[in-house]
């Protein structure tokens, strides 16, 4: 314990000398930070500052081991420096698929080769990764997907078509499941692999969304020549990976949603109770609306029981632990929390969460009405619920077929 009390003043100090000043006590969410990549775009100066900072010394993935360009650092150290960023208002140097999803996999999956080649990337904020999973015909039912894998010498000819490929406009690699033998069982027959986007014969389409605004793409591969060395784990045997990274990404989806944005600074008001008391508080700053009224405070004391059970899923990664079936609660709670208080902040803005452009309402209201509008695509992305509750009920509960 003095050893870690010494790490943390250690830290402390270090996060005090070197974050920019800027940074310091900032607003954001669990989403704000950079992506990175070959086409990084960053807020301000400082941002850029911040990641090369907290990238050289390994803290944007602090528990990675430090020859694959983490921080080396103990689990219990890597907690202690979330802490001493979240004291200081800090906003995350660097978030995207690689820390959350294919930098675990490639730890867990990965060869030497493969790990010296893509982790340091990763940590850098150099390479900006997209996930390529569901197919036109192949959404809940991911096992029937279509896209085909011939092997050409050292070298896999793909062709086939991704959907719901999110930022696949903006990313440089991409991680997905193709069909390497169509004569077997469905899930037997899949390989996991590595892509360059950069490729011969990738093309993006994106998909816009109600909300005016989409992360999604259709990526398109026609005869994409990919190197065998670029598989993970075993050619055919691609479906054990991609269960364990979908585990990595319902626990990402979770701890997003989970989280009620903030207002002012962070650990103040969430953006939630601001919207009520904007348009409905009354003097004394009680909301008159008692049904409205009862209903955020549910949803408020449902965000804060969630966040604590995600936080012991954070911990329990940090301590090793690999996620299984119960990610699945913990995202399918998570996007209805979030859809319920989006739908609770246009109750409470009334005829000012009608707007989409144009006078008469302020960019806050024009953003709460299209994140509105984007909520109601979580209950589909990452495993609609539908399928989350079977696996809840086969996997987690042991319920009979």
């Not at 904020?125 to 896209?147: F, M």
């Amino acid at each position: 314990m003095a050893e870690l009390e010494d790490f943390r003043r250690e830290t402390r100090a270090w996060l005090e000398a070197n974050a920019p000043e800027s940074l310091v006590g900032m607003p954001f969410s669990e989403l704000d930070g950079t992506w990175g990549g070959r086409r990084a775009q960053f807020a301000s100066a400082d941002m850029k500052l911040w990641l090369d900072v907290m990238g050289g010394r390994g803290w944007t993935a602090a528990s990675w081991p430090a020859e694959y360009g983490g921080g080396g650092l103990s689990k219990a150290e890597a907690k202690v420096l979330a802490q001493e960023m979240a004291a200081l208002r800090l906003p995350p140097p660097l978030i995207g698929f690689g820390l959350t999803m294919i930098g675990p996999t490639l730890l867990r999956f990965g060869t030497e080769e493969q790990k010296n080649e893509h982790l340091p990337k990763i940590c850098r904020g150099e390479i900006r990764w997209c996930q390529g999973y569901s197919e036109p015909g192949a959404g809940s039912d991911l096992a029937s997907l279509q896209a085909k894998a011939v092997r050409d010498g050292d070298d896999f000819i793909i062709t086939g078509t991704k959907v719901w490929t999110s930022y696949a406009d903006q990313s440089d690699w991409i991680f997905c499941l193709v069909r390497t033998d169509p004569d077997v069982v469905k899930q037997a027959g899949i390989t996991f692999i590595l892509a360059d986007m950069a490729s011969p014969g990738v093309s993006v389409s994106p998909i816009p969304l109600i909300s005016g605004k989409s992360p999604f793409c259709e990526t398109h591969f026609e005869a994409v020549r990919v190197p065998v060395k670029n598989v993970i784990s075993e050619i055919n045997g691609g479906w054990t990976v991609a269960k364990a990274l979908l585990g990595h990404e319902r626990s990402m989806i979770a701890d997003a949603f989970g989280v009620s944005p903030r207002g002012g600074t962070r650990g103040g008001r969430s953006r939630l109770v601001e919207t009520a008391a904007q348009y409905l508080g009354e003097p004394g700053g009680v909301l008159g609306d008692a049904i409205l009224r009862d209903e955020i405070v549910q949803n408020e004391m449902d965000t804060r029981a969630f966040s604590l059970t995600v936080q012991r899923g954070r911990d329990a990664a940090k301590a090793g632990q690999q996620p299984g079936p119960e990610t699945s609660m913990l995202k399918i709670y998570g996007t209805e929390i979030n859809m319920r208080r989006n739908e609770l902040m246009v109750r409470a803005a009334g005829p000012q969460s009608l707007g989409w452009e144009g006078p008469g309402f302020d960019e806050a209201e024009l953003v709460a009405t299209r994140d509105w509008l984007r909520s109601r695509g979580n209950s589909i992305e990452g495993g609609t619920s539908e399928i989350q509750l079977n696996i809840i009920a086969k996997r987690v509960l042991g319920l009979p077929d």
